[in-house]
């Protein structure tokens, strides 16, 4: 039986994907590399079909006309073989040894009748020229060796936030509701942490810093200059994230769950109004205003909440000054990490 799957979205990462994909297939067959070719124009799918062809018991292609990271999500939720879905971007790194311990956990948990929905692993930075600059931990949240529940976790931390690095959905329940994510568009991976949250009733934690993400690289999505050229894309994504689940709704969820999505809500509504900050444009304005016209059309109580949640309202009620002093905070953050 596959355990996991591990989905790479692939364009143009020739230089990448063979030393991504060998860091994974000696965790041997229980494991389902799926290399998902989003229209490469270079050598990235001739590299893929002789990875697939030298290890057939582990790695597949699919070969797919060009429809963005968010599209080679979806591949992953179609066609997994897996039990778990985990998407890895081709220029990270897994850490073999804690893939190894991660499958050991799925079989025994698999074996007991115990699976999760969800699965969350640590995970590190690595900069561009040596790896685990800085390592991210959720022991402080959930328990190791048991499966939690939103009612046995403790408190999230106003600063702890999941990555889409962080998570494995278990494939099922994606499929149960029918998960699709956008094509065509940077900064979907929000979406991805957020939106299947309520669906979750059980939590499995390893402790073990499973992925390494490589940060450093001038042409990342998540690089300044491309935050501000894509602002648009990040601003939509946010606002789109945020206009999916109501109040009312959340309302209704277990208190450490509601209290997290509305700390990463706070958190997301920090960033990109940072960001817009930081243009200073009339583009910048104009997207920013129109981001709280769709929240607050969306869900008044909601917006209102928002708004005076202690991290959001640092750019939505402060002065300028405190406006910019959040500024060079975010950018002394990013430089301590390696952005």
């Not at 429809?67 to 999500?73: D, F, K, T």
């Not at 494995?168 to 029918?178: D, F, K, P, Q, S």
């Not at 930081?278 to 008044?300: C, K, T, V, Y």
């Not at 750019?315 to 406006?323: D, K």
Request: aromatic residues 10%; charged residues 25%.
């Amino acid at each position: 039986m596959k355990l996991l799957t591990l989905v790479i979205p692939s364009y143009n990462v020739e230089a990448f994907l063979r030393r991504c994909v060998e860091r994974m297939v000696p965790a041997g067959p229980e494991l389902d590399v799926l290399i998902v070719d989003d229209g490469s124009t270079d050598g990235t799918p001739a590299i893929a079909d002789a990875l697939a062809a030298e290890h057939p018991e582990i790695v597949r292609v699919i070969h797919q006309e060009n429809g963005g990271h968010g599209e080679g999500l979806n591949q992953g939720i179609r066609t997994a073989l897996g039990v778990y879905l985990k998407s890895v971007d081709a220029d990270d790194r897994i850490d073999t040894p804690s893939l190894v311990r991660m499958l050991d956990l799925l079989r025994d948990h698999a074996a007991e009748g115990t699976q999760a929905d969800l699965v969350i692993n640590d995970y590190v930075y690595d900069h561009t020229d040596r790896e685990n600059v800085f390592q991210v931990r959720y022991n402080h949240v959930f328990h190791e060796g048991r499966v939690d529940t939103w009612e046995t976790c403790r408190p999230f931390p106003i600063w702890k936030q999941f990555m889409i690095h962080s998570m494995c959905y278990r494939v099922a329940l994606l499929r149960e509701h029918g998960y699709t994510l956008p094509r065509h568009t940077f900064y979907e991976d929000n979406l991805y942490i957020y939106q299947p949250l309520p669906w979750v009733r059980r939590i499995l934690y390893l402790p073990c810093p499973l992925y390494g993400y490589t940060v450093g690289q001038g042409n990342q999505s998540v690089s300044e200059k491309n935050l501000i050229r894509r602002m648009d894309q990040n601003t939509n994504m946010v606002t789109r994230m945020i206009c999916t689940w109501t109040w009312a709704q959340l309302r209704e969820l277990p208190p450490h769950l509601r209290g997290y999505m509305i700390s990463f809500l706070s958190g997301q509504i920090l960033a990109v109004s940072v960001l817009h900050e930081n243009a200073g444009n009339e583009q910048s304005r104009r997207l920013h205003q129109e981001m709280w016209d769709q929240i607050r059309a969306f869900d008044p109580e909601l917006c209102r909440r928002l708004r005076r949640h202690p991290t959001a309202a640092v750019m939505t009620s402060c002065g300028p000054l405190v406006r910019r002093l959040a500024y060079h905070i975010s950018r002394f953050a990013q430089k301590r990490i390696g952005f």
